[in-house]
């Protein structure tokens, strides 16, 4: 196994942070130089919410996303960003899988508007999600390795 | 409902057209601040929803009182067998003025004529006989055909993914928006919001 203390271990751990890192920046950038409202669409059509709470994500998320993003990216408060990246995403993947698996031919809402949900979407929201998870557990290890 | 969008087919004019539709197929005054372009597909069952349930909402809040200019857009998937061929019918319709009642017609019996293929006898409905004459030799008329590729091609160009998108334009911003299970109420906010601006 790969020690978290080698070379390799680490420019992993950054390849996927600054990569992640500037997926969110990209969602969030996307999303914010669009009108809410464009955004609340793609949420509503998931049908999960009730409007107030599709008004109220589709404001603050992009930001949510910005934040983490950065970061990400800069390395700051890692494991916890890691781990806000993990619940985002699962929570994203979770709610694609569910729409695909019941037919809803609706938007993922990802990267804006356009972009159908198929097995291209959730192959490429699951392979986020698992560099995820995979960043979260090396920022774990790499803390316990160092303390 | 759809009183309402009969109501409106008095301003259904060509006063001048959205660039690369046919002027038969806009409504509104077009010095409207807002322009919103759907592009659809008479086949597309998200399309049908979009026509008969947000299209005459959006009309009486917005296109009837001047604040939006409507134009409609032929977008026919190929993955639709009938669909080019309802599209034609509507654009020919278009041109002697009765775009609305045939797209009405052709929305209203769309599980019918898309099992059977039987859509030129959902587009005649709408039609009194002197206009299913004009309508069905316009149908295969080379200009109106080549209107109805040229809508296509513009909905390339924006780009369309899916149908119905509607493209909301205010001065030089253009929002491409899904109108797949579209929520009127963000509609109706959005519209409210960019005219603010």
Known sequence: MISPRSNTFRAAALLL?????????????????????????????????PVRAVELVARTLP??????????????????????TS??????????????????????GCFGPGELISWKTLLRDGSLLA????????????????? | MRVCVFAVA?????????PGVDPGKVIGTPSAPITVE????????????????????????????????????EFPLPMHRYSRQAADYAVAAA???EYLPVADALFREQQSWSASGKVWEAAAGALNPAQRKRVQALATDPGVLAEVQNEIGVGQRVPINETPTIVVI????????????????????????????
């Open chain 2, 170 to 197: 205010r001065g030089s911003r253009s929002i491409p928006i899904s109108g797949r299970l579209i929520r009127y109420e963000l509609l109706k906010q959005l519209l409210d919001d960019l005219a603010k601006k």
């Open chain 1, 87 to 108: 619940l985002l995403l699962g929570v994203f993947f979770g709610l694609m899988v569910r729409a695909y698996a019941t037919g809803q031919q609706i938007n993922c």
């Open chain 2, 10 to 18: 008095a301003l259904w004019m060509g006063w001048a057209a959205a």
């Open chain 1, 63 to 84: 930001w949510f996303e910005l934040l983490v993003g950065i970061l990400l990216v800069t390395g700051l408060g890692l494991r916890s960003a890691a781990i806000a």
């Open chain 1, 17 to 49: 942070r600054v990569l992640l890192g500037g997926i969110f920046i990209y969602a969030a950038w996307i999303k914010l130089r669009t009108p809410w409202e464009v955004f609340a669409m793609s949420i509503d059509s998931y049908q999960i919410l």
């Open chain 1, 131 to 147: 560099g995820s998870l995979a960043l979260t557990w090396m920022a774990f290890v790499r803390r316990r390795a160092a303390g």
């Open chain 2, 38 to 73: 759907v592009f659809s597909d008479f086949e597309c069952p998200a399309c049908k929803t979009f026509h008969e349930n947000v299209l005459p909402e959006l009309m009486r809040d917005y296109v009837i009182p001047g604040k939006v200019f409507l134009a409609s857009f």
């Open chain 2, 95 to 97: 041109r002697i003025g």
